[in-house]
């Protein structure tokens, strides 16, 4: 680790508390950004980049004071330091809180060897694969982007309790965007693989193969009919359906959404709050999944944390300054942007857990219905679980099948409620990759799920 001197750290750290603070940690980060974007057959845009830094964060009873420095040097990091104190010198003490060390060991490795670099000119073909691959499907394809990210990020973290901890971690990410139209019709299909690799990632996710997937759903939603409105069973395709935990419920998991009392799950931990075949997870400790990490951004080590078991609530995801309003220990689930940011509490990886139904027989068992094969954006009240998800792409299911392609779908329900109403849950477990924002930051977050099906959902559409 040549970020900076763990022992400088530790003295910010140490002089962050000047002012009667009762925990102070330092970040120190640096990170490598490479973003290739080819578009209309050509190349748009190639960017390379470094970002450092450090935050300093100082906790003192309910306020918590922070202050950063793009500049790793000691005058600026101890300046930091003693801005954030001076921002709590005439703070009220109010109620003590105390910091306690983790006692967890940190789980195996989640980011798999790599020790390569992305070279631009392998990336650019990656590229013009994925363009040739969906322009060759069909001739109603139009338009075609593809953006490579990738990231290599060194962080050291101390603080005044002593820990150090060091880590390294790179990610990649394909995003594939294929516009179609005919007849005045235009329809989108995306497809957006990422992990924890480096230029690994390309031999486990072909790029010409990503492509084809997302043509094909563009392609697809063009020979769609009009969806039909009204109540009926939705059934969520393996993957997609865990955009409804993480948006409709895990953000009201969060345990500083309960402290707001801003989440319908406050006082209902050991209360059943959804059906007993539903489990759900959250696990920063998946190996090489897009929302691993083996310490949070607060220097926890991570872990498994099961949020609701057979139906009943178990745990909310807990950062470090929560944790200690609440004399217990950070879940570790404290994560920032990066060093400009303070760390909140926040999901990972969250996932219902497999079932035990046959995803065929789920369909079968299915006379009418929807199929969600993928999910669009939507909007959702934590206070309430209550919203609103568009369906990329969707198709009936009639008489125990799946039918024809419908566009315009709309779900609309109550998380809680919608996790009630779930009568079956598949054995096919998998994930998909996204970018979660809160409170003005984005962070990389895994969901998944196997195909389940919900028993009745409104399902709003285009259907006269």
Not at 206 to 230: H, K, N, Q
Not at 367 to 386: F, I, S
């Amino acid at each position: 680790m040549t970020v900076i001197d763990p022992e400088l750290a530790m003295e910010a750290a140490r002089a962050a508390l000047k002012t009667g603070g009762a925990y102070a940690d330092v970040l120190c980060q640096r990170r490598s950004i490479q973003t290739v974007r080819y578009e209309d057959s050509k190349l748009d845009d190639l960017s390379l980049g470094v970002d450092a830094g450090a935050g300093v964060r100082v906790i003192k009873g309910d306020l918590a004071a922070f202050a950063h420095t793009d500049i790793l040097d000691r005058e600026h990091l101890m300046r930091a330091a003693a801005i954030a104190a001076e921002a709590l010198e005439h703070a009220a003490p109010g109620e003590p809180l105390e910091a306690v060390a983790s006692t967890r060991q940190a789980p195996p490795p989640v980011c798999e060897p790599d020790h390569g670099t992305h070279e631009v000119r392998a990336v650019v073909e990656h590229l013009e694969a994925c363009d040739e691959a969906a322009r060759s499907e069909s001739g109603d394809v139009r338009q075609v982007t593809a953006v490579h990210n990738a990231s290599t990020e060194e962080s050291l973290l101390v603080n005044s309790l002593g820990e150090v901890r060091t880590d390294s971690c790179r990610r990649t990410r394909l995003v594939v965007q294929v516009v179609a139209s005919r007849d005045g019709v235009i329809q989108v299909g995306q497809e957006a693989p990422g992990s924890l690799a480096g230029p690994d990632f390309y031999a486990r996710h072909d790029p010409a193969a990503t492509a084809l997937v997302a043509a094909r759903r563009a392609l697809v939603m063009l020979e769609a009919g009009p969806s039909p409105t009204g109540k009926m069973a939705v059934v969520m395709n393996s993957g997609t359906g865990g955009v409804l935990l993480h948006e409709a419920c895990g953000h009201g998991l969060e345990i500083d959404h309960v402290h707001k009392g801003a989440s319908v799950y406050a006082d209902k931990i050991g209360a059943m709050v959804a059906s007993p075949v539903v489990s759900a997870s959250d696990n920063p400790t998946l190996a090489g999944q897009w929302g691993s990490y083996e310490y949070d951004d607060e220097g926890t080590p991570s872990r498994h944390t099961l949020l609701i078991e057979k139906g009943v609530l178990r745990e909310f995801l807990y950062a470090r300054h929560e944790a200690m309003k609440d004399g217990c220990e950070s879940t570790g689930n404290g994560r920032r942007q990066s060093f400009r940011f303070t760390p909140v509490p926040r999901m990972s990886n969250t996932y219902i857990e497999p079932g035990e139904d046959d995803p065929a027989d789920i369909i079968a068992s299915t006379p009418r219905g929807l199929y969600a094969k993928k999910m669009g954006g939507g909007q959702v009240d934590p206070a309430t679980g209550d919203y609103v998800f568009g369906v990329s792409e969707g198709y009936l299911i009639e008489n125990g099948r799946i039918g024809p392609p419908v566009r315009g779908a709309t779900l609309i329900g109550n998380g809680p409620r919608t996790l009630e109403l779930v009568d079956a849950v598949g054995n096919d477990l998998s994930f998909e990759e996204g970018t979660c924002g809160k409170d003005g930051q984005g962070v990389p977050v895994t969901t998944g799920g196997p195909t389940f099906r919900i028993a009745e959902l409104t399902v709003g559409g285009t259907e006269i």
